[in-house]
T-cell receptor
Framework: ELKVEQNPLFLSMQEGKNYTIYCNYS?????LYWYRQDPGKSLESLFV?????AVKQEGRLMASLDTKARLSTLHITAAVHDLSATYFC????????????FGTGTRLQVFP | NAGVTQTPKFQVLKTGQSMTLQCAQD?????MSWYRQDPGMGLRLIHY???????DQGEVPNGYNVSRSTTEDFPLRLLSAAPSQTSVYFC???????????FGQGTRLTVV
């Protein structure tokens, strides 16, 4: 059974600080997705990582994928309040099905 | 494009009642899926479809039925609602593989 684990589950950080969210998964996959969810809202796609060593950056967020270690990271640089949300990683274990298995999410709170 | 549209947004059911959650997409996506989101558990896959006429079970299929008669629509049926099905339900669609899945706005279901 595929398991996707995120840590930390909750992260409270000060504006301007850096931090990393980790996503570990238990089976071979070279497709990993990061989503953002604001309270009471839907999920918004952030990154699609498709191969070992993939790195993508958008603003203060950077995501990477190490398929050999079965690990993805989401790095936050100089956090701002607008980044407060819940972040999910998801793995597609079967090529071409959109059959996503999600981590439990990391709730990020950025305070002044 | 409306994207992925779910109806209703909110619903209260009594135990034992049946209902159908509607999901429609106008992006001509082959792949559609249903997830439920419960506090502290992330999103869990209920059923998914890789094309019209083709459906399969996800992680938590019990108590739910689906069918996919058209590319656009993927309804989720609860035949006899139970309090354990109280949750937020998300429908998603995508092209699979190298692109992200797009999520609807969710249906908040309460079973009393």
């Amino acid at each position: 059974e595929l398991k996707v684990e995120q840590n930390p589950l909750f992260l409270s950080m000060q504006e301007g600080k850096n931090y990393t969210i980790y996503c570990n998964y238990s089976t071979t996959s070279d497709r990993l997705y990061w989503y953002r969810q604001d309270p009471g809202k839907s999920l918004e796609s952030l990154f699609v990582l498709l191969s070992n060593g993939a790195v993508k950056q958008e603003g203060r967020l950077m995501a990477s994928l190490d398929t050999k270690a079965r690990l993805s990271t989401l790095h936050i640089t100089a956090a701002v309040h607008d980044l407060s949300a819940t972040y999910f990683c998801a793995v597609d274990p079967d090529y071409n099905t959109d059959k996503l298995i999600f981590g439990t999410g990391t709730r990020l709170q950025v305070f002044p | 494009n409306a994207g992925v549209t779910q109806t209703p947004k909110f619903q209260v059911l009594k135990t034992g009642q049946s209902m159908t959650l509607q999901c429609a997409q106008d992006m001509n996506h082959e792949y559609m899926s249903w997830y439920r989101q419960d506090p502290g558990m992330g999103l869990r896959l209920i059923h998914y479809s890789v094309g019209a006429g083709i459906t399969d079970q996800g992680e938590v299929p019990n108590g739910y039925n689906v069918s996919r008669s058209t590319t656009e629509d993927f309804p989720l049926r609860l035949l006899s609602a139970a309090p354990s099905q109280t949750s937020v339900y998300f429908c998603a669609s995508g092209r699979g593989g190298n692109t992200e899945a797009f999520f609807g706005q969710g249906t908040r279901l309460t079973v009393v």
